[in-house]
């Protein structure tokens, strides 16, 4: 299995910024893709930005231009550096990774973190 940490929400103003980490640990051998995903109260999760392990990404168009994704394959970790607050990216955001156990065969597997909370005041 595979368990992923969140770390860096927080209450923050509109305009603010504030940098989320996600580490992954467990028996993977591969990690293809890593994501964040948000979920603010009485709504669905949606999709925030992606990025493969090729460093291809992915954005929602509600944070282009405001939030960057990033990771560092050496140390299983996405980041997500979010500029530009508003009071409606509130919510729990939750990272995501689709990996795999073995380096040359099998399948994909998705597994989710607990969530960090993230306030934006107006």
């Known amino acids: 299995q595979v368990q992923l940490v969140e770390s860096g929400g927080g209450l923050v103003q509109a305009g603010g910024s504030l940098r989320l980490s996600c580490v992954a640990s467990?028996?993977?051998?591969?990690?293809?893709?890593m994501g964040w995903y948000r979920q603010a109260p009485g709504k669905q999760r949606e999709l925030v930005a992606t990025i493969e392990s090729s460093g291809d990404t992915n954005y929602a168009d509600f944070v282009k231009g405001r939030f960057t994704i990033s990771r560092d394959n050496a140390k299983n970790t996405v980041y997500l550096q979010m500029n530009s607050l508003k009071p409606e990216d509130t919510g729990v955001y939750y990272c995501?990774?689709?990996?795999?156990?073995?380096?040359?065969?099998?399948?994909?597997?998705?597994?989710w973190g607990q969530g960090t909370q993230v306030t934006v005041s107006s």
């Open positions: 995501e990774c689709t990996w795999r156990r073995y380096i040359f065969h099998g399948s994909y597997t998705d597994s």
């Open positions: 467990g028996s993977m051998s591969v990690i293809n893709v």
